[in-house]
């Protein structure tokens, strides 16, 4: 008989905590999921009349004339 060097005695693997399935639309703490919205629009379409800017207000300083 051959003699293994680990005599017997083999490393055994911890076993994994499985997860409990969750609800969908909670967390795993079973609070409400946000969900991200999109606002796509095409702008391909669009006629080529430029927009108006909106001017923005200072953001302090002096103001040079």
């Known amino acids: 008989p051959q003699l293994s060097s680990n005599c ?3 490393k055994t693997k ?3 905590r499985r997860r409990k399935p969750s609800k ?3 967390t795993a703490k079973n609070q409400e999921r ?3 919205v999109h606002n ?3 702008h391909a379409d ?3 009349t430029p ?3 909106k001017k923005t207000a ?3 300083g002096a103001s040079v004339s």
Do not use: A, I, Q, S
């Open 24 to 26: 969908p639309g909670k």
């Open 51 to 53: 927009t108006e800017e």
């Open 8 to 10: 017997g005695l083999e």
């Open 46 to 48: 669009d006629p080529d």
């Open 58 to 60: 200072r953001k302090g």
């Open 40 to 42: 796509y629009h095409d």
């Open 14 to 16: 911890p076993k994994r």
């Open 34 to 36: 946000h969900f991200v």
